[in-house]
DNA sequence: CGAAAATTTGACATGACTCAACTGGAGTGG
DNA sequence: CCACTCCAGTTGAGTCATGTCAAATTTTCG
């Protein structure tokens, strides 16, 4: 697949020169993962920054009981990654693994880190990206506070009908914070409601 | 009090020239308010951003039933706001309210923007704090999800003793999504384990 | 077709909430 | 400096939302 929905994407946000867009390009690459691939792996240290073209991952944390807990789904047009441990180059306490065949577009941290200094632009684009990750990360919290976990289900459903559709219901059930034989549960009551 | 705190909080992290410390001065006011004063208020638009150069605020969201729910709290060197809508410039759903008097440095949202043209470094500074604020916002999440009340709260406790001391415990236990009663009776018996 | 993965179902357990009453400071004003 | 109120914190009884565990069923996919 062609780079083009990922430079799409940052046009949207960003216009870039036609210079801009070539050093982009050069600090870009493509990489296919399969379904069930990890491509952050708890106790490794990421190196790249992932934008999915195509696919679809989890992120999740397994606790001290092995439990795994989803912090995150992404499919096309959104970033993935442990961004904590990423940033500050140490080992990943989270996973990233592929619910699908996936491509991902990836920048190398130290290409990033050039970046940022050769195409000022992009600080102030990732500086909104992140903004609103974390309005949408605090709005997560004061839900799962507020809502019951059915509100907070078909509140998921309404705002990313395309996810529900894709993943397993496990990995819903989790993000929302609750076990999948609950979710099975609100769901097959509100069949009958 | 002087501005001192503030640009020593900026300078650890991204020095400045004495030009951009003066630009960046020329867009800062200072601002007292009184114990239980709002610094926000849900429905109005927040024009300012804001660090605590003294003091401590509560931000909280009324729910439907009329509980409050507080989703931060911030003390000196933090800062405070409702950032999605102050980002959007739309009106907050959030509330910001001082628990003790305080002094904030405040900046205006269209002088932000200038700012941000005017000192790319900002933009750099604003990008990484957002960062951190949104993977300690993913981490409460997981918190969340993994740990009990009890366990929430003891980090908690690790993690932020000034901030317990300061503020009223049926605010730390809405921070920590629970009701005050329950945290009375988690401390207690911890006090007998 | 068969095995593995995902989902469902039911009985039971429990963490956390609700509500209402009570206690104990911390102002405040007379 | 007492009386009064107000706000924060505590306590207890009863309840509810959600979790646990284990077994049954359905779906997926090699």
Redesign the pocket.
């Known amino acids: 697949m062609s780079l083009k929905p990922f430079f799409d994407y940052i046009k949207d946000r960003t216009p870039l020169t036609d210079s801009e867009e070539a050093i982009l390009l050069s600090k870009l690459r493509v990489k296919k993962y399969r379904k069930g691939e990890f491509v952050v792996r708890n106790g490794e240290t990421p190196r790249y920054k992932n934008f999915v073209l195509s696919g679809c991952l989890k992120t999740f944390y397994i606790d001290d009981k092995g439990r795994e807990h989803v912090s995150m789904v992404a499919i096309e047009n959104w970033w993935a990654g442990d961004l904590g441990s990423f940033l500050r180059q140490t080992k990943a306490h989270l996973n990233v693994q592929c619910l699908e065949d996936s491509e991902l577009v990836q920048i190398h941290y130290h290409d990033l880190q050039q970046l940022y200094q050769d195409i000022p632009k992009l600080e102030r684009f990732f500086r909104i990206i992140v903004q609103n990750a974390f309005v949408a990360s605090e709005n997560r919290i004061l839900n799962s506070f507020t809502l019951?976990?059915?509100e907070r289900y078909l509140q998921f459903r309404e705002k990313y009908p395309a996810i529900e559709q894709r993943v397993?219901?496990?990995?819903l059930a989790s993000y929302l914070?609750?076990?999948?034989?609950?979710?099975?549960?609100i769901?097959?009551q509100l069949i009958f409601a």
């Open positions: 019951t976990a059915a397993p219901q496990y990995v914070g609750i076990t999948k034989e609950f979710l099975s549960k769901r097959n």
